[in-house]
């Protein structure tokens, strides 16, 4: 009896399996994914907490960010104040943090890498990659290729595609019923994993996120998520001219 209690006991708590059970038409589905690109091509705008942990560093604060699929951002971090700690702008080509309470700002080609040491937390990966990914969207000109559609025996749909530019592959798992409710969609590519879960709504706004990478992982849950209303002057950052840029292509 003990044994036959444990056995239903660890059928009860399994995780539920789904599985593919035949291909579908990924036209309606596919016209989601698109449309969605078309409403987050002209920006996403909002604040989230952002949190980065690996064995040896830990982040945690909300941050205010304005994000491009095409890799352009604006990203600030409030002081415990009120006040504003950092500044990061990002115009696909450098990458400019300014630090207001220092005085100090740090310019590094969009790679980030020689940035890192001088940021709170990492990047984790190409910051011309990033927003799209927090986003769950193609990065910049990038189409999907290679779509394929099931229906899954939970009754759920999955649609496939492949980066055309980079062959990363992502999956859009679609609810139960007619409706084409975009709930999930996962990123995979060479060491690195996107989760990224979606509101109800029509814009299938990001509700929250997982990358994970061999260096860390970082997550963000939004507070406020919404299309940009605003124009480009928001990726300038004027700076003081009392304020020490320190090039980090031409340093030593």
């Given at each position: 009896?003990?044994?036959?209690?444990?056995?239903?006991?660890?059928?009860?708590?399994?995780?539920?399996?789904?599985?593919?059970?035949?291909?579908?038409?990924?036209?309606?589905?596919?016209?989601?994914?698109n449309a969605r690109q078309i409403v987050f091509e002209k920006g996403l705008s909002g604040s989230l907490?952002?949190?980065?942990?690996?064995?040896?560093?830990?982040?945690?604060?909300?941050?205010?960010?304005?994000?491009?699929?095409?890799?352009?951002?604006?990203?600030?971090?409030?002081?415990?104040?009120?006040?504003?700690?950092l500044v990061m702008v990002s115009d696909n080509n450098e990458i400019l943090a300014f630090y207001p309470g220092q005085s100090k700002a740090f310019?590094?080609?969009?790679?980030?890498?020689?940035?890192?040491?001088?940021?709170?937390?990492p990047l984790p990966v190409d910051p011309t990659r990033l927003p799209a990914l927090i986003m769950?969207?193609?990065?910049?000109?990038?189409?999907?290729?290679?779509?394929?559609?099931?229906?899954?025996?939970?009754?759920?749909?999955?649609?496939?595609?492949?980066?055309?530019d980079t062959g990363m592959q992502y999956n859009y798992l679609y609810d139960k019923g007619n409706s084409a409710r975009l709930r999930k969609i996962t990123i995979r590519g060479k060491g690195v994993e996107v989760t990224?879960?979606?509101?109800?709504?029509?814009?299938h706004l990001p509700q929250d996120f997982d990358i994970t990478l061999p260096e860390g992982v970082l997550r963000g849950e939004w507070d406020s998520v919404a299309p940009f209303e605003g124009d480009r002057t928001v990726l300038e950052l004027p700076l003081p001219a009392s304020v020490t840029v320190t090039d980090l292509e031409i340093s030593p």
């Open positions: 009896m003990v044994l036959i209690l444990l056995v239903i006991g660890t059928a009860a708590c399994a995780p539920r399996q789904i599985k593919p059970v035949a291909l579908i038409d990924p036209a309606p589905l596919l016209e989601v994914v907490d952002l949190s980065f942990k690996n064995g040896k560093q830990r982040f945690n604060s909300r941050v205010y960010i304005v994000a491009y699929p095409d890799g352009r951002f604006r990203l600030e971090i409030p002081g415990f104040l009120g006040d504003t700690y310019r590094s080609s969009v790679d980030g890498r020689s940035l890192n040491p001088h940021l709170p937390f769950g969207v193609f990065s910049g000109s990038d189409q999907p290729s290679d779509v394929e559609a099931h229906l899954m025996d939970s009754g759920e749909k999955l649609l496939r595609t492949v980066s055309g990224v879960r979606t509101a109800s709504e029509p814009n």
